[in-house]
């Protein structure tokens, strides 16, 4: 007889979700964590951290109600990291307690130290600050030991001027300058947050632009809205060294130009977990970005073996890794399951945010397929006024054959929110219709999809009647 039914590596969003539903399943369930690290990247360094950051800093710098009280206002004149961390200490504190008390009360048992293969049902639990090696057996395994940040080998991080994003929220000052190495969805929000509270900001992309995955037109606003904050855009650019000096650092890039700066944060991908495991000792191999591979029921070559969340790579969000360890639980479990919804939402929390769901006008063009576009500008809107979100806006690309949605962007104040009414819609294969005939709540965002709709339908008209 094992010890466990089921046995979770990592108690991040996969793993949690992973271990209550098999526990609510009635299995002997057993979660290794780490010590500190209860919660994993998600509540310690990585998602909760990080928002509640930008909410400290839209509260503390006043950002959102200038439009109302003009640009010199502030809450607070002089922001310290002790304001900024005293609110992120505060949440992460009371996401742990949730964690742990969620695992108590379905007997879970959380099993400190890190969880080592012996063999393809044996997992060593090693802490070495106690001097404690144990052994644990279970039937089935769910492997979600997420990912931690990539370093370039030649680069020299001092936890101080040269940092990655884990160092960010552990930064003693609000550095004067800051170089950002990589406009990925990290990179950019750290930088956002960092220009809203006055830092001078310099982003290197490799790439021609960023984040290409979403819509080019809200993309070309955010850039806009952080030109606007002094953030400097070097894309088409790489970091060839950083220089560090007493005062400051200073990267050179491979074109030659030299930027000075308080702090270099690198936020260049993410290392998979993986290869931390002795995944031979179970017959399993990682990927060289220490990710493991899986079928489409997050299985493992090694059929009692799952894997779930960042460790598996694409799309790395806390949002889908706490499905995927539901659903591997749930196959462990011998439980009838249903497959990923397709209908994934990406939300990206600038300052102002990005949300959207289903394709960009790019991919459709590129794929041939029509399309119209319907509009809602906040501005336009009742609520936009009231909150002095000016910028704000909803696209609706939609099928002029059929009026289904084909995919919903939303840049400005509760994107990340009102994008799931156009989930919910696109979800239950609707159409504009509904969204033209619906009653909201006024004065809301919401109502923005009800002005999207009826632009959309309006153009379609336009082009019936000039047919007719
Ligand atoms: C700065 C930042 C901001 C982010 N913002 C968002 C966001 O806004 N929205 C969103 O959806 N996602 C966001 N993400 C991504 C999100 O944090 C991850 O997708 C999510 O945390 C992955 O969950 P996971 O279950 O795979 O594991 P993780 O959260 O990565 O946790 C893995 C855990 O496994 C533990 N572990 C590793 N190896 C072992 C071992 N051998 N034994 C025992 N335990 C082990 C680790 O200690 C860790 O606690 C962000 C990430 C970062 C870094």
Do not use: W
């Not at 004149?77 to 002790?82: C, H, L, N, P, Q």
């Amino acid at each position: 007889m094992y010890d466990f039914d089921v046995l979770v590596l990592g108690s991040g969003p996969g793993g949690q979700k992973a271990a209550i539903a098999a526990a609510k399943l009635g299995r002997r369930v057993g979660v290794i964590e780490r010590r500190h690290m209860v919660g994993g990247v998600c509540i310690n360094t990585g998602t909760i951290p990080s928002k509640t950051l930008r909410e400290a800093v839209l509260y503390l710098t006043g950002m959102s109600q200038r439009e109302m009280y003009g640009q010199s206002y502030r809450l607070k004149d002089d922001i310290t990291v002790a304001d900024l961390a005293a609110r992120t200490q505060h949440v992460i504190g009371r996401e742990i307690d949730v964690i742990r008390s969620q695992l108590a009360r379905n007997r879970i048992r959380l099993l400190t130290g890190t969880g080592v293969f012996a063999d393809e049902h044996t997992v060593r639990v090693v802490e070495d600050s106690a001097g404690r090696d144990t052994k644990v057996t279970a039937e089935k395994i769910i492997i979600a030991a997420g990912t931690r940040p990539a370093r370039p080998a030649a680069v020299e991080f001092d936890e101080r001027t040269i940092i990655d994003s884990d160092g960010i929220i552990n930064l003693e000052n609000i550095p004067q300058s800051l170089v950002v190495v990589g406009a990925g969805v990290i990179g950019i929000e750290y930088a956002s947050m960092f220009a809203a509270l006055g830092t001078k900001v310099t982003v290197v992309e490799r790439r021609e632009r960023m984040l290409e995955f979403c819509d080019l037109e809200i993309i070309e606003a955010l850039k806009y809205h952080l030109r606007d904050l002094a953030v400097t855009f070097r894309f088409s650019e790489a970091v060839a060294s950083v220089e560090r000096h007493p005062r400051g650092a200073i990267a050179v890039l491979e074109s030659g130009k030299r930027i000075a700066a308080d702090v270099v944060m690198y936020s260049a991908g993410r290392q998979g977990m993986a290869d931390q495991l002795s995944l031979e000792a179970a017959g399993l191999s990682a990927d060289n970005r220490g990710r493991i591979q899986v079928d489409e029921h997050f299985r493992t070559p090694v059929s009692h073996i799952y894997a779930v969340g960042d460790v598996i790579g694409f799309p790395a969000l806390a949002s889908t890794s706490m499905e995927q360890g539901r659903l591997a639980a749930h196959h462990a479990c011998d439980e009838p399951v249903r497959a990923m919804h397709q209908l994934q939402p990406i939300g990206i929390y600038t300052i102002p945010e990005i949300s959207f769901v289903g394709r960009t006008e790019e991919e459709l063009t590129g794929a041939g397929v029509p399309f119209e576009t319907g509009i809602a500008r906040y501005r336009e809107l009742a609520r936009g006024q009231i909150i002095g979100d000016s910028y704000g806006m909803l696209k609706l690309l939609v099928s002029p054959d059929d009026r289904t949605l084909l995919g919903v962007h939303v840049f400005g104040t509760g994107a990340t929110e009102i994008i799931h009414i156009g989930q919910a819609v696109m979800g239950c294969n609707g159409t504009i219709d509904y969204l033209v005939d619906t009653v909201f709540n006024y004065p809301t965002l919401a109502e923005s999809y009800k002005v999207a709709a009826l632009d959309a339908m309006n153009k379609m008209r336009h082009i019936d009647r000039l047919r007719d």
